[in-house]
């Protein structure tokens, strides 16, 4: 069974760096064409593909966003790490992670984690 | 820089057809895009309905399908049911391995 899960702050402060982690089990990123992605989702608004990590530690970033993100593996914990600097009260959203599997497909997701950014 | 466009709402009424569309502010989308199709209702991670424009994801009702409609990727709802009613996104790769979701469409069911 496929499961992940974020971790990190629920609150920041305008300037502040983000950390969050994506704990996985289930599947080994190391299996060819797995990925994670995360995705953020201010309240009410839409999904917003933000990185991407390969099998291969390929990594790849929103267009918008590719100055203030980085993302990294811990093959042995099977944890996946995202950080996001210079944070501003815009990016108060849920964040999530997400299998992506050889079909390209977001197939399986983390219950999401809730950042609000505010001084 | 190319933003994805989808219809913001849309309705149907129970048993009756839907096309949403996923489309580019410039340009045309086609298979090279391999759209995604996610559902989700309020609360709710998204569930992936259709990948690679027109492949069903394990245990999605036949009702739902993807194709490729003019210059636009687009979902089909055939016999809408009350518990379509939701937020639909289409997700595109846009190459170089980055992928992106468009602005989401709110289907009412009424």
């Known amino acids: 069974q496929v499961t992940l899960r974020e971790s990190g702050p629920a609150l920041v402060k305008p300037t502040q760096t983000l950390t969050l982690t994506c704990t996985f089990s289930?599947?080994?990123?190391?299996?060819?064409?797995?990925?994670v992605t995360w995705v953020r989702q201010p309240p009410g608004k839409a999904l917003e593909w933000l990185a991407r990590?390969?099998?291969?530690?390929?990594?790849f970033y929103s267009t918008s966003l590719r100055t203030r993100l980085t993302i990294s593996q811990d093959a042995s914990k099977n944890q996946v790490v995202l950080t996001m600097t210079n944070m501003d009260p815009v990016d108060t959203a849920t964040y999530y992670c997400?299998?992506?599997?050889?079909?390209?497909?977001?197939?399986?997701w983390g219950p999401g984690t809730l950042v609000a950014v505010s001084s | 820089q190319t933003v994805v466009t989808q219809e913001p709402s849309l309705s149907v009424s129970p048993g009756g057809t839907v096309t949403l569309t996923c489309g580019l502010t410039s340009g045309s989308v086609s298979t090279s895009y391999y759209t995604n199709w996610y559902q989700q209702t309020p609360g709710q991670t998204p569930r992936t309905l259709i990948y690679s424009t027109n492949s069903r994801s394990s245990g999605v009702p036949n009702r739902f399908s993807g194709s490729i409609l003019g210059n636009k990727a687009a979902l089909t709802i055939t016999g809408a049911q009350a518990d379509d009613e939701s937020d639909y996104y289409c997700l595109l790769y846009m190459g170089s391995g980055i992928w992106v979701f468009g602005g989401g469409t709110k289907l009412t069911v009424l």
């Open positions: 990590i390969d099998w291969d530690d390929d990594k």
């Open positions: 997400a299998r992506q599997n050889w079909n390209d497909v977001l197939d399986s």
């Open positions: 289930g599947f080994s990123l190391s299996t060819n064409k797995m990925c």
